[in-house]
């Protein structure tokens, strides 16, 4: 009995519906180009590009609609250009700062996967149903942890999401 309750629990933890973000990969899986997932019992994230022939395929509202059904409550956005984004040399990770004259409610915000999109794009920031804590430190944690990152042009997205410690 024990052995059939083990294997029922790994078959529906697989399924990547049921796995952390795992929805994404049913938003318009037929684009999708790109996917890393490292889902640790400490932590993980993962992170989806989608790139669209035609503008028209990615609606914007669209997509926030699939985000917020799911759970992901969006806190703010913001535009950047090409030039805004800086690479950072350590772990080859990369940031989002805020323009000087907007509001803190937009941090600096850091990937430590690949920013698939080289062009101008929006950033969308999300409180998920995850906290995603600096290592080490209970008490420094964050509920925004999930990103959207739309391209200009309406031709490529990725998500990003990061959890645990």
Known sequence: M???VLSIGII???CHKYTIAGFWLDYNNKNITDKISDQGPRGGYRAIHWKFSNPNELNTNSTLQFASLNG???VDSIKYSTDSIIKLSINDGYV???PKNLSDSIIKT???EPIWIKSDLTLYRFKTAW???QPGDDTKSTEINGFIIVSHDNTEMCIYH???E
């Open 2 to 4: 024990t052995i059939l």
């Open 12 to 14: 529906i933890s697989s």
């Open 72 to 74: 992901w409550k969006l």
């Open 96 to 98: 989002f700062s805020s």
């Open 110 to 112: 850091f990937f430590k």
């Open 131 to 133: 906290e995603l804590m």
């Open 162 to 164: 990061y959890w645990g």
